[in-house]
């Protein structure tokens, strides 16, 4: 029924003017623009985590190129669309590129200095008529007929809509899409699955920016003139809105969130004047307490609370397909992982201190020590998530001092998070298939013509065997929030071995986990010894340690208090001594 839902609301908007005639056709265009443009928040907010008050200036500068290159060059309208997207598009990328690095609330506070930027320069440029605008714009034709009515300009904008959702959709049911889609949980996940967090923001960014050249070029043909107003910080607050009114999380909120907003601000200017004299913008009164209202009760919008009412989407079990190629082990005993010497300041504390030890292909090592002996900054150091202030990390026959997690991941180190990091939203399969995603190829393009389905079988083969591996088989289509918090620990496992790793570096795997699960995941991680994989285990629970390791390393304020197996370890005064006196 779900899959069905698309095709039904494509033929009722091709049936609609049919039966509605006039001035709720043109509502409806306004509607469709509108949600042209809060789509491309929807990937970039929804999706991608990042907030835009300036799409409605991304939508000016599609708009005027457009209006200009119709009017004062002459060209025709399709030239138009290709100029306004492009000139979108780069855009995007320039200003994506200055300010993506920057951190926190200092995006979104860029995008309001650049959105206030270009309407001024809109208002100001003689060349765009300043304050008047460009009038007199053509519209667009086909086949030498101009699409004039009020109906062709409906079918204009919500066929390029509908292809937008279209593309949208395809995007997002990919490999670089999951990855999209990944970002909401912080660069250090992602790039720990080998994903190129900046890379990826920017490409979300330069579609989100495409999307508004969409739009505006829909506001110049349709509606034939320009002006600077529509193109304010305002309206690009107003597309936010819309976006998260309807659902960011989904492709269909931006229709929803636009066409509620669109036809109560139309039914609000009608009926406010009959209660209150001076309601000029008096909707907008409405609209914020709307909003409160949802960030109270809706918070994801309101597409997820209609979604609680329909029936979950079954899907069969993935089809068969040709396994993805494996690395080659290295040879049992040969050296994996060394630590030269590794030291970690923070300011004046020594988190680490002059640290040295070894990792053996086909061993699990444990390294353990009292809470603050510096595991997990030894952790990190190991993993390329922050940079060791001295010594040496080598991985195989490379030196991976200071390389970013990233590199080190593709090289064929996996990880988990001591605090579990994933996607909640995201089923257990899907968040699977992220750990595998240095291991396929499809980019964007392909993504959104289908042509990567061959590769996505692959892909999914290989999650779901990883899944049944980890005893998660049965739950795929399950939402990872919706797991209890040791599973989501042996979660995060499947998606380590989607990566086909052959160094597994796990932080505290144990904890919170009941003695079953405990059991269990000892017992997987023997089986994953047995072949042929590298385990470090970074681990408080020393009796989990105890009965599964090969040989333990014991910190203790940052140094290397004592290394041998377990019986040793277990014998030794020194470790007794500092466990006693730490929370062990
Ligand atoms: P463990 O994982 O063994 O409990 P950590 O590696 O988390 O220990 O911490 C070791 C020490 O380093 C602690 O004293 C901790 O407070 C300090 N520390 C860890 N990370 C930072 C940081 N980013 N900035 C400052 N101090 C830190
Ligand atoms: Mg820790």
Request: net charge positive; charged share 15%.
């Amino acid at each position: 029924m779900r899959r069905l839902l698309p095709l039904g609301f494509a033929m009722a908007m091709a049936l609609l003017p049919l039966v509605l005639k006039g001035y709720p056709i043109t509502l409806l265009s306004y509607v469709g623009m509108a949600a042209t443009a809060a789509l491309g928040l929807v990937l970039l907010t929804g999706m991608g985590g990042l907030t835009s008050f300036g799409q409605a200036a991304f939508v000016g500068v599609g708009a005027y190129t457009t209006a200009w290159l119709t009017t004062v060059a002459g060209v025709s309208p399709w030239l138009g669309l290709l100029g306004a997207m492009a000139t979108t598009g780069g855009l995007a990328l320039l200003l994506g590129g200055a300010t993506l690095r920057l951190g926190g609330h200092l995006l979104p506070l860029s995008t309001i200095a650049w959105g206030l930027a270009l309407f001024f320069l809109f208002g100001n440029l003689d060349a765009l008529g300043r304050h008047n605008g460009i009038g007199d714009i053509p519209p667009a034709s086909l086949g030498g007929m101009a699409l004039r009515s009020a109906n062709a300009g409906f079918y204009l904008i919500w066929v390029g809509l509908g292809l937008a959702m279209w593309a949208c959709a395809n995007l997002l049911d990919s490999r670089q899409g999951r990855a999209i889609r990944s970002l909401r949980g912080g660069s250090a996940m992602a790039e720990s699955l080998g994903i190129s967090t900046f890379r990826l923001r920017l490409s979300v960014f330069v579609i989100a920016g495409l999307l508004a050249g969409l739009s505006g070029w829909q506001v110049a043909h349709v509606q034939r003139y320009v002006s600077p107003t529509a193109f304010d910080v305002g309206p690009g607050i107003e597309y936010l809105f819309m976006a998260m009114l309807g659902g960011a999380g989904h492709i269909f909120g931006a229709v929803v969130g636009a066409g509620l907003v669109t036809i109560a601000r139309d039914v609000l200017q009608d009926v406010l004047p009959k209660f209150v004299a001076n309601s000029g913008q008096l909707e907008v009164v409405v609209f914020g307490a709307v909003f409160i209202v949802v960030l109270q009760r809706a918070r994801g919008g309101l597409i997820p609370v209609v979604l609680r009412w329909l029936p979950r989407a079954t899907r069969p079990p993935p089809p068969d397909a040709p396994k993805l190629p494996r690395r080659a082990q290295p040879a049992a005993g040969t050296m994996v992982l060394a630590a030269h010497g590794l030291v970690k300041r923070f300011g004046g504390l020594v988190a680490v201190n002059d640290l040295s030890f070894e990792l053996r292909a086909g061993e699990i090592l444990g390294l353990i020590g009292p809470n603050g002996a510096g595991k997990s900054t030894t952790f990190n150091l190991l993993t390329g998530a922050a940079p060791p202030t001295a010594g040496r990390v080598r991985f195989l026959d490379a030196d991976i001092t200071g390389e970013p997690a990233r590199l080190v991941a593709m090289r064929g180190l996996a990880r988990t998070f001591q605090h579990v990091r994933l996607r909640p939203t995201m089923s257990l399969l899907e968040n699977t298939m992220l750990g595998a995603h240095p291991r396929g190829r499809a980019g964007m393009l392909r993504a959104v013509f289908r042509l990567d389905r061959a590769e996505e079988r692959q892909l999914r083969a290989e999650a779901m065997a990883q899944l049944r591996r980890v005893g998660l088989g049965d739950m795929a289509h399950e939402l990872a929030g919706n797991l209890p918090l040791g599973r989501q620990r042996v979660l995060e496992v499947a998606r380590a071995l989607a990566a086909d790793p052959m160094l597994i570096v796990l932080d505290e795997p144990a904890a919170g986990l009941r003695r079953p699960e405990k059991r269990a995941l000892a017992d997987l991680l023997r089986s994953l010894r047995a072949e042929g994989l590298t385990i470090l285990l970074v681990e408080h629970d020393m009796e989990f340690v105890m009965e599964l390791v090969d040989r333990i390393v014991v910190m203790d304020f940052g140094a290397r208090l004592a290394e041998g197996t377990p019986a040793a370890i277990r014998a030794d005064a020194r470790v007794q001594q500092a466990y006693l006196g730490g929370v062990a």
